[in-house]
């Protein structure tokens, strides 16, 4: 059975009329004709009564008609929704965000939606474990993350910019005045740091080979709050330097060990379809001043 067949009878129906419907169809008449004779043969039975006096649908065709407008009526609304998802009128997209991503997301988000006003954005904050499983699932199209320490098979990693692990500090912090921090340097100051898993702390694990030599006074997994308590005491946090975009009153000193680097990238599964929505979000995000902002220290 195929859609054209049920073009072919729904017209014909609605005509009363072999010649009328294919006049309608702009077909030859006997093109109709054998489309629906073959309808027919499928299903067994006709489906109408053609005599010299009277042309009209057999009890099988009263049945059939409203399921045939209905088959009709779906596939040109599905093609009707692909042309709309093919210019970005209609649709979802889901984004996987961990919390430092958070400053350079809003400038993209806010640009994306008066674009695109009819795309609703579903946006998930959680560790990179967790947005990297959801993204696995095919519950998420894309991640914003910073590149994991050990490389996922099934998932591309593609750079938008580079960023340095920093100590984040109060303006009026001692260290607020330098342009780089030593790992031994921070021993002398009580510490704030992002709790574990989070992915500016899984970098400070990895170049950080003795912890009994720092003052940690608070473990949380809110960056938001990190940056508060650092603006508002001595406390020292550490978090990638783009954690602090647009964030008043407090300073990003980088950490001076080798291959200080934390690559911020998109994440998406390898050999799965790439929505265009998600293309033209990460457009707006290449494009951004955030992003620019943190390209142009290594471009």
Request: glycine share 4%; hydrophobic share 45%; net charge neutral.
């Amino acid at each position: 059975m195929e859609l054209r067949q049920l073009r072919y009878f729904a017209k014909a129906a609605e005509t009363l009329s072999f010649s009328h419907a294919a006049n309608c169809l702009h077909i030859a008449q006997s093109s109709l004709s054998q489309q629906i004779k073959q309808l027919e043969d499928e299903l067994g039975t006709k489906l109408f009564i053609r005599d010299s006096r009277s042309f009209q649908l057999t009890e099988a065709g009263e049945v059939m008609l409203p399921f045939a407008l209905r088959t009709i009526h779906d596939a040109e609304a599905c093609a009707d929704r692909i042309r709309d998802l093919r210019n970005l009128l209609t649709g979802t997209l889901n984004i996987g965000v961990t919390h430092s991503f958070s400053p350079i997301l809003t400038e993209s988000l806010i640009a994306f939606i008066k674009l695109h006003p009819k795309i609703k954005v579903n946006i998930v904050y959680k560790q990179m474990n967790e947005l990297m499983e959801l993204l696995s699932n095919h519950e998420l199209d894309f991640v914003l993350a910073f590149k994991p320490l050990q490389p996922l098979p099934h998932v591309e990693s593609h750079i938008l910019f580079q960023n340095t692990l920093s100590a984040v500090v109060g303006t009026n912090h001692p260290l607020a005045s330098k342009d780089k921090v030593a790992i031994s340097e921070l021993a002398n100051y009580d510490l704030a740091l992002p709790s574990k898993g989070l992915q500016a702390r899984n970098a400070f694990d990895n170049i950080v080979s003795d912890y009994e030599q720092f003052k940690i006074r608070i473990e949380l997994n809110n960056v938001n709050t990190l940056l508060k308590l650092v603006r508002q005491t001595n406390l020292v946090t550490v978090l990638a330097e783009d954690t602090i975009y647009g964030v008043g009153d407090v300073k990003a000193v980088p950490i001076n060990v080798p291959d200080n680097q934390m690559s911020g990238c998109v994440h998406i599964l390898k050999e799965t379809y790439r929505k265009l929505s998600m293309q033209e979000f990460v457009r707006i995000l290449t494009e951004s001043i955030a992003v620019k902002r943190f390209q142009n220290n290594w471009i």
